[in-house]
């Protein structure tokens, strides 16, 4: 009991060098905290999106890669059926599916917005015959979930009417209802503009506000592309699309998506799907594009806080133990006494110890409150700038499109992703228990190096020395 109190007297006796001491902790267990608690927040919400979108699987048709490989897309692509969609989705890896295609279409009933030709204006084909062909002007897409429909709820809203549900039921963009007089209620009509034996009578069922940007791409507004202006969506149900009896998904652009029970099999999956015969010009992939637009800047905030922490650990360790060299040689006599009246070595050891602990451990209870407390608002200002340096990275500039056998394929990143802006930060036990390590861990270094330097000295040397 003795050992403790004169080693609680002590902390007051030289309280200006203790103070230094419990400043340079002080600091280390402040922004410990601090980038323990964001790094292990931004871990988490990571991992989650990493659960869902790093287990959503797309196959679909990879003209780029065809075009790399130098196979002609138009001879040589090779269609998978409808019934072979639905065999991949019996894989004991997947739990979920989502059906969905892109038909592009035109019409000799209702403008496009943007065309005023009503489904007669032509172009040449691209297989070097000559030929003319209508051009298409609507994108028919479908979906057999539609609250899926990322958009909706953020930059689409159904203003009239419902989201479709029944067989031959749609919805269109106030853009296409205003230019066409279009009620709901009204019957609109599509017909396949690659799959020409395709054609579809829709009931208009519900009109939504479009705030997207009307070209993902500017290069499609320049060509003059009315199907990819997104004022020009028609949305249906997949079972609609289907209806009229499709084979294989020649004329689709299939989006159909496959949710993993587990990310990490997704090599697995392809495996067996690959032994189903899907052709070697499919992709089986996730969308990387999405998932690194969303994690991106909370992976950059992960790596920042991290690098911060093991510079702060570094440089408050170093001024750490010189601060503890230095006090305890200015205790040299102190120790010397000590020794002189008959304490032992391991008391006196004990005794510098304890005066590290009682330090660190009011540092551990001040820092954890401050740490907590900073931790959001500092999480926050670091992840808007990293929004706002995501946001800026992008643009027409990182965007390529491709078009082969009358399509085109893009590596844009899809719209309706974007990147994670918020992070809920708290102090979780697991931080806790880590700091209390490396609280720990703070005070064994600057008491131990007070330990080894007095088992370097004899009792009278000290004394000697000090005369």
């Given at each position: 009991m003795y050992l403790l109190t004169n080693a609680m007297k002590n902390?007051?006796?030289?309280?200006?060098?203790?103070?230094?001491?419990?400043?340079?902790?002080?600091?280390?267990?402040?922004?410990?905290?601090?980038?323990?608690?964001?790094?292990?927040?931004?871990?988490?919400?990571?991992?989650?999106?990493?659960?869902?979108?790093?287990?959503?699987?797309?196959?679909?048709?990879?003209?780029?890669?065809?075009?790399?490989?130098?196979?002609?897309?138009?001879?040589?692509?090779?269609?998978?059926?409808?019934?072979?969609?639905?065999?991949?989705?019996?894989?004991?890896?997947?739990?979920?599916?989502?059906?969905?295609?892109?038909?592009?279409?035109?019409?000799?009933?209702?403008?496009?917005?943007g065309d005023t030709s009503k489904g007669t204006t032509t172009r040449e084909k691209n297989d070097g015959s000559g030929e003319e062909m209508l051009v298409e002007t609507f994108k028919l897409i479908s979906t057999s979930e539609s609250d899926t429909l990322t958009d909706f709820g953020t930059l689409r809203e159904i203003t009239s009417g419902r989201m479709f549900?029944?067989?031959?039921?749609?919805?269109?963009?106030?853009?296409?209802?205003?230019?066409?007089?279009?009620?709901?209620?009204?019957?609109?009509?599509?017909?396949?503009?690659?799959?020409?034996?395709?054609?579809?009578?829709?009931?208009?069922?519900?009109?939504?506000?479009?705030?997207?940007?009307?070209?993902?791409?500017?290069?499609?507004?320049?060509?003059?592309?009315?199907a990819d202006n997104r004022r020009n969506e028609v949305i249906t149900s997949w079972e609609t699309l289907m209806s009229t009896g499709w084979e294989t998904n020649a004329g689709l652009d299939m989006k159909s998506e496959y949710f993993l029970k587990d990310p990490d099999d997704i090599r697995e999956f392809e495996n067996e799907v690959r032994a189903?015969?899907?052709?070697?010009?499919?992709?089986?992939?996730?969308?990387?594009?999405?998932?690194?637009?969303?994690?991106?800047?909370?992976?950059?905030?992960?790596?920042?806080?991290?690098?911060?922490?093991?510079?702060?650990?570094?440089?408050?360790?170093?001024?750490?133990?010189?601060?503890?060299?230095?006090?305890?040689?200015?205790?040299?006599?102190?120790?010397g006494v000590l020794r002189a009246m008959g304490m032992e070595r391991g008391k006196?050891?004990?005794?510098?110890?304890?005066?590290?602990?009682?330090?660190?451990?009011?540092?551990?209870i001040i820092g954890l409150g401050a740490g907590s407390a900073m931790a959001q608002p500092i999480a926050n200002n670091i992840l808007e700038g990293r929004v706002a340096a995501a946001e800026a990275d992008t643009g027409d500039g990182r965007k390529m499109a491709l078009f082969m056998g009358g399509q085109f394929q893009t590596n844009a990143d899809d719209g309706s992703y974007v990147p994670e802006s918020e992070i809920q930060v708290s102090l979780s036990m697991d931080v806790i228990v880590q700091i209390i390590f490396i609280t720990l861990g703070l005070a064994a270094l600057s008491g131990i190096i007070g330990v080894v330097i007095i088992t370097q000295y004899e009792p009278l040397k000290i004394l000697r020395e000090r005369n």
């Open positions: 902390l007051v006796r030289n309280k200006g060098r203790n103070i230094l001491i419990a400043a340079v902790t002080l600091a280390i267990i402040v922004s410990t905290v601090v980038t323990l608690t964001i790094n292990n927040a931004a871990a988490k919400v990571i991992d989650d999106i990493r659960l869902d979108l790093g287990s959503r699987i797309e196959i679909k048709q990879d003209f780029i890669e065809m075009h790399r490989i130098g196979l002609d897309a138009r001879e040589n692509r090779s269609y998978v059926s409808i019934d072979d969609f639905y065999s991949y989705a019996e894989s004991s890896y997947i739990r979920k599916t989502i059906y969905g295609a892109v038909m592009y279409a035109w019409s000799d009933t209702f403008y496009a917005v549900s029944g067989l031959n039921e749609c919805i269109i963009s106030e853009d296409i209802a205003a230019l066409n007089n279009i009620s709901i209620g009204d019957v609109i009509e599509l017909k396949g503009a690659y799959a020409t034996d395709k054609s579809y009578n829709l009931t208009v069922v519900g009109i939504y506000y479009d705030a997207t940007d009307e070209y993902a791409i500017s290069f499609f507004a320049m060509y003059g592309r009315f189903k015969g899907l052709p070697v010009t499919y992709n089986v992939s996730i969308n990387q594009a999405a998932y690194d637009k969303v994690t991106g800047p909370l992976s950059g905030m992960k790596s920042a806080v991290v690098t911060f922490m093991t510079v702060i650990l570094i440089l408050g360790v170093i001024v750490l133990a010189l601060i503890s060299f230095m006090a305890v040689r200015e205790r040299k006599y102190e120790v006196v050891a004990f005794g510098i110890l304890s005066e590290a602990v009682m330090i660190s451990a009011l540092c551990l």
